[in-house]
Structures are given as structure tokens and as C-alpha cells.
Nanobody, 125 residues
Framework: QLQLVESGGGLVQPGGSLRLSCVAS????????IGWFRQAPGKEREGVSC????????FYVDSVKGRFTISRDIAKNTVYLQLNSLKPEDTAVYYC??????????????????WGQGTQVTVSS
């Protein structure tokens, strides 16, 4: 069974950092696009960042560029999202998702076939 499991969320003060993990089971992450999405209460889900695991190409939306970093560890079948300089408006449930792609850039607007259950990130003083 193909699964994605997120972890690493929590409560952090503004300006703080967290590292989210997305671990895949049932398949290997070496030829997939992995995206991170978030959904705040009362708001639509939005794409934040993605990585093409076959070549490492990444994409970030403007609101997180320079603060968030996505990376992959194929040996651990894991994709990470490092969140730095966190702001209260980053508060949301963060989800990772995947679709299969081979040596092409990831696209957040693409249909993602597999989704995790989410991890809560709360930025508050």
C-alpha cells in the first residue's frame, strides 16, 4: 500500500524554525514529484513547494521563497521541508503529496495522486 506520512509539526514562536518530514512507504521516491501544501482554517489549500526527486529541481511560491527549503534523501525515502523565519501566517496543516515524474520539473498545479494525513504547524507567541 502506497503511503505518505508527515511529521515534524508543532508550536513555534515567530521567527522560529521547524523541519517537516514526508516518509514514503510502499514505493520508492526516486522518480516522483513531491509537493508540500498547506491549509489554514477557513482558507483554501495552497501549494508551497515541490521537488522532482529524479533530478532535484525545486520550486517555491513567492511567499516562502528564501525562508523554506525542500530537499530529498532517497536512501531514507524521505522529503524534508525546512521552515525558517516562521510567521503567524504560516500557521496551517501541512501536507505532502506525490505524483510520478521522470526527469521533469515538478508542478504544483499538477494532479497529485498520493497524499499524507497532514501535520499541524502553529506559529504564535
Amino acid at each position: 500500500q502506497l503511503q505518505l506520512v508527515e511529521s515534524g509539526g508543532g508550536l513555534v514562536q515567530p521567527g522560529g524554525s521547524l523541519r517537516l518530514s514526508c516518509v514514503a512507504s510502499g514505493f520508492t521516491l526516486d522518480y516522483y514529484a513531491i509537493g508540500w501544501f498547506r491549509q489554514a482554517p477557513g482558507k483554501e489549500r495552497e501549494g508551497v513547494s515541490c521537488i522532482s526527486t529524479s533530478d532535484g529541481r525545486t520550486f517555491y511560491v513567492d511567499s516562502v521563497k528564501g525562508r523554506f527549503t525542500i530537499s530529498r534523501d532517497i536512501a531514507k525515502n524521505t522529503v524534508y521541508l525546512q521552515l525558517n523565519s516562521l510567521k503567524p501566517e504560516d500557521t496551517a496543516v501541512y501536507y505532502c503529496a506525490a505524483y510520478r515524474v521522470v526527469f521533469r520539473r515538478c508542478v504544483l498545479e499538477h494532479e497529485f495522486n498520493y497524499w499524507g494525513q497532514g501535520t499541524q504547524v502553529t506559529v504564535s507567541s
